[in-house]
């Protein structure tokens, strides 16, 4: 039910519930996403402390703060209707295909 509450681009969006054959238990159905988790995008792009030089580097940390500004819009967002995500990690953040960020298991 707190999925249907709030809508925002950078809040994963409850599409369904089903209920498993076999013993009942609930699972929420969201779209797919195709870059996985923030963690996972960091090390496909070589996120590092250091950084690196180029314009690669300079286009991928400006995606990395852009990353980071979506998950803050997206956490506040969800405190202005009253919902405190307890679980903020780089798991419950993925990243779609688009490089776009939603929030999830909250």
């Known amino acids: 039910a707190v999925m249907r509450a709030v809508r925002h681009p950078n809040i994963a969006e409850l599409l369904d519930t089903?209920?498993?054959?076999d013993n009942g238990s609930?699972?929420?159905?969201t779209r797919h996403y195709g870059g996985g988790g923030l963690?996972?995008?960091?090390q496909r792009h070589r996120v590092e402390a250091g950084?690196?030089?180029g314009e690669d580097a300079a286009r991928t940390q400006a995606t990395l703060?852009?990353?980071?500004w979506e998950t803050a819009?997206?956490?506040a967002a969800l405190h202005s209707n009253g919902i405190v995500h307890c679980d903020v990690k780089p798991a419950n953040i993925v990243v779609s295909s688009k490089d776009h960020v939603d929030l999830v298991r909250f």
């Open 18 to 21: 089903v209920a498993a054959p």
């Open 51 to 53: 950084g690196g030089d």
């Open 26 to 29: 609930r699972y929420i159905v």
């Open 73 to 75: 819009d997206g956490l």
């Open 39 to 42: 963690v996972d995008w960091a």
């Open 65 to 68: 703060l852009r990353l980071v």
